[in-house]
């Protein structure tokens, strides 16, 4: 199923990455990311990450060198990089950095053909355990998700972050 459109409109889902399973909205709609914050009983200002549609995409938004993106996008990683222009997905990343995936997963291809950055965040409760599978997500985000995609078990480990070219395990 292509959930493009439906996403491209304000919803609300849950996907697989490669990782783990992720809670997400089209960034660019502040609506249904202020939605996935208050879901999340995150600050406004904690800053949120998101799975760009493309290599270009971050080249054009982010001060980033080709070669870092090419050896670890698409995988398991989180670049934290700086923003070219600060005021860009403000209310995604409040400051002059953004939290950027390409996860290694069929999923990345529909944000591909979406053409828009999604939101990428755990689906599970700050504190709690990481969702590997459907069945392990709360009913809450359950129910707060016009879009479910699952596909069985996952990895389980969140991504790794990258900062400065230093990476960082969670």
């Not at 529909?110 to 355990?129: C, D, H, M, Q, Y």
């Not at 016009?146 to 996952?154: A, D, M």
């Not at 400065?164 to 969670?170: A, L, S, Y």
Request: charged share 30%.
């Amino acid at each position: 199923m292509d959930f493009v459109e439906d996403i491209k409109n304000g919803a609300i889902f849950i996907y697989p990455t490669d990782t783990i399973y992720g809670l997400g909205c089209d960034a660019t709609n502040l609506e249904s990311v202020k939605i996935i914050k208050k879901l999340k009983y995150r600050d406004k200002d904690k800053p949120l990450s998101v799975i760009a549609p493309s290599l270009d995409w971050i080249l054009e938004h982010c001060i980033v060198g080709d070669e870092v993106l090419e050896k670890y996008l698409p995988g398991p990683f989180t670049l934290i990089l700086k923003k070219k222009d600060e005021n860009f997905l403000k209310d995604v990343s409040s400051g002059d950095s953004l939290g950027v995936r390409i996860p290694d997963s069929e999923f990345t291809e529909l944000v591909k053909r979406a053409g828009v950055p999604f939101i990428t965040t755990s689906v599970n409760f700050a504190g709690e355990p990481f969702a590997v599978k459907i069945s392990e997500i709360d009913s809450k985000i359950m129910d707060a998700a016009e879009i479910v995609i699952g596909v069985g078990q996952l990895d389980g480990r969140p991504s790794t972050l990258v900062i400065d070219g230093k990476e960082i395990t969670r």
